[in-house]
């Protein structure tokens, strides 16, 4: 097995894992189209991505505190208002918004409160730019990977048992709800991710057979999931009512889904374009909103209307989005966010050529 410090680099199934969780989402995004793998995607896709986050910050060379922040907002706050800011250019000369509509979605730009955005999946990147700062924060008094998972679930549990329900009813500004909940999943990634590099490397040597099988049962337990067939929920029927039970079951499904996804990407990962893909989650991110108001409206030019009308229109039209939003948008979205860091002085300008 490699050890942590040789695959500090780029990770072919870290990569790949970020295209399955990126990909389900445009597709979950679809809704109704797809219906069954849609309820699905909700249980695991967020635990990935904040899991995932927590695993990279585990193996972050920087430790200092304030670099550590100002990298945070380069790379997580300022890409929001970048691709807010796109987005709502668009949708003002599109709807063709008077003024005080204007300021009216400015202010639920400032808010960003998960479903109330127009742009709906950029709440993540505030929320986990919160989540970010309090683990970070976490970190000053904390120092154990084991202690700040264990103070992390407090929190999740103390959320659950008497506060409201931050993934139905988000109610505080930029999300700092929902950014407690995923907290854990956080946590979790930091405290598991150098675990599981251990086990898997960077993925160019056979896995050990105890995580192949686990990984077999998960994705047979995950398409059981697909089917309506909830296994956990059954066998836990009559203590169910225990809130801490009832409430641990969403978390085993994300966690058995996720290995199931693990396994998928150690298969998938020689595929150099989903590596690709999985390096832009979080351009991506940023782009849903924008890529499918521009395929549609360039339709719209030639009298064509882009809906998908059954499940696996909805799987093609959510790779063809990413594709395109991969080859035609985020080069040109990556050169002007770095050109707009140079001009603020956020970023060294290139030393001038010789």
């Not at 987005?87 to 960003?112: D, H, K, M, W």
């Not at 924060?137 to 407090?154: G, H, I």
């Not at 057979?209 to 697909?226: D, H, I, K, P, Q």
């Not at 150690?266 to 991110?285: A, E, V």
Request: charged content about 15%; overall charge positive.
């Amino acid at each position: 097995m490699e050890s942590t410090s040789k695959v500090r680099g780029r990770i072919p199934w870290v990569d790949t894992l970020r295209f399955l969780g990126i990909y389900s989402i445009y597709l979950a995004h679809y809704g109704e189209a797809a219906p069954r793998i849609h309820p699905i995607i909700f249980i695991f896709a967020m635990p990935l991505f904040f899991g995932l986050s927590g695993g990279m910050e585990a193996i972050s060379t920087e430790k200092e505190f304030w670099p550590r922040i100002f990298k945070k907002i380069k790379t997580i706050l300022l890409p929001y208002f970048f691709f807010i800011g796109i987005s709502l250019i668009l949708a003002t000369i599109l709807n063709q918004s008077s003024f005080p509509g204007v300021l009216s979605t400015l202010r639920e730009i400032l808010v960003a409160q998960r479903n109330t955005l127009f742009a709906p999946m950029l709440w993540f990147l505030p929320a986990l730019f919160l989540t970010e700062l309090i683990f970070m924060l976490m970190r000053l008094v904390l120092k154990p990977a084991w202690a700040l998972l264990l103070a992390s679930t407090v929190i999740y549990i103390f959320l659950h048992l008497f506060m409201h329900d931050p993934l139905i009813t988000p109610k505080w500004f930029w999300n700092l709800d929902t950014s407690l909940f995923y907290l854990f999943y956080y946590a979790l990634g930091y405290w598991g991710f150098p675990k599981l590099l251990r086990v898997l490397g960077d993925g160019s040597k056979r896995p050990p057979l105890w995580f192949t099988a686990g990984g077999m049962l998960s994705l047979g337990y995950s398409l059981a999931l697909v089917f309506d067939k909830e296994f956990l929920m059954e066998a836990l029927a009559a203590i169910d009512q225990v809130p801490v039970i009832r409430n641990g079951v969403p978390v085993a499904n994300a966690l058995i889904i996720i290995w199931a996804l693990l396994l998928a990407a150690l298969i998938l990962q020689p595929f150099n374009l989903l590596q690709r893909i999985g390096r832009d989650t979080l351009y991506l991110c940023g782009n849903e909103y924008i890529v499918k108001l521009l395929l549609n409206q360039s339709l719209g030019l030639l009298g064509l209307a882009v809906a998908p009308q059954n499940p696996l229109a909805a799987y093609l039209l959510s790779l063809f989005l990413i594709l395109a939003a991969v080859f035609f948008l985020i080069p040109f979205e990556r050169r002007l966010y770095q050109r707009l860091l140079q001009f603020f002085g956020l970023e060294k300008l290139p030393a001038p050529s010789v």
